[in-house]
T-cell receptor, first 113, second 115 residues
Framework: AQKVTQTQTSISVMEKTTVTMDCVYETQDSSYFLFWYKQTASGEIVFLIRQDSYKKENATVGHYSLNFQKPKSSIGLIITATQIEDSAVYFCAMRDMGYKLTFGTGTSLLVDP | DPKIIQKPKYLVAVTGSEKILICEQYLGHNAMYWYRQSAKKPLEFMFSYSYQKLMDNQTASSRFQPQSSKKNHLDLQITALKPDDSATYFC??????????????FGEGTRLSVL
């Protein structure tokens, strides 16, 4: 069975700094996809970035990047030059070759001015 | 404009009643999903449909019944409502559901409160 674990419940950082959020996963499948989403204060869930398990290069989109360490089953999210509007809850998720997306419990990020 | 429309945004129901949550997407996607988010649990997968066929059902209770009348619609009927059903229900869609790296995109959710 798939499992996604986010151990950091909340993080607080100063604006314009870099933050890293941790995520580890468990799967029996050799091929899978990893995603990060954020949920804003209004409840909206927004897709941020994706990593395919067969790709060695870390994905980067805008000021989001991933630290994919396959031997450790780890997919960390790095946000550089954080902004106030990055304050949200960040969810890590995984899907194997099926349909189900399994989510972690989320990390709440607060960016202070 | 939102591309995945969920109606209503808020819903209050009494225990034992039945409600239908509406979802339609205008992204041209072939796969649609329902997820639930409650205070006690993380986002929880419920159902997936692909080309209007049920592909995966992870909901233990038959009180939850998805209904797909059109390719871009996936409604959720909930019968015999219980207070524990109180949650936000999110509809999502993607180009295809399996063996595909496309990220499901989410609607704004329907917040259901059962009294």
């Amino acid at each position: 069975a798939q499992k996604v674990t986010q151990t950091q419940t909340s993080i607080s950082v100063m604006e314009k700094t870099t933050v890293t959020m941790d995520c580890v996963y468990e799967t029996q499948d050799s091929s899978y996809f990893l995603f990060w989403y954020k949920q804003t204060a209004s409840g909206e869930i927004v897709f941020l970035i994706r990593q395919d398990s067969y790709k060695k290069e870390n994905a980067t989109v805008g000021h989001y990047s991933l630290n994919f360490q396959k031997p450790k089953s780890s997919i960390g999210l790095i946000i550089t030059a954080t902004q106030i509007e990055d304050s949200a809850v960040y969810f890590c998720a995984m899907r194997d070759m099926g349909y189900k997306l399994t989510f972690g419990t989320g990390t709440s990020l607060l960016v202070d001015p | 404009d939102p591309k995945i429309i969920q109606k209503p945004k808020y819903l209050v129901a009494v225990t034992g009643s039945e409600k239908i949550l509406i979802c339609e997407q205008y992204l041209g996607h072939n796969a649609m999903y329902w997820y639930r988010q409650s205070a006690k649990k993380p986002l929880e997968f419920m159902f997936s449909y692909s080309y209007q066929k049920l592909m995966d059902n992870q909901t233990a209770s038959s009180r939850f019944q998805p209904q797909s009348s059109k390719k871009n619609h996936l409604d959720l009927q909930i019968t015999a409502l219980k207070p524990d059903d109180s949650a936000t229900y999110f509809c999502a869609s993607s180009q295809d559901g399996t063996g595909n790296n496309q990220a499901p995109l989410f609607g704004e959710g329907t917040r259901l409160s059962v009294l």
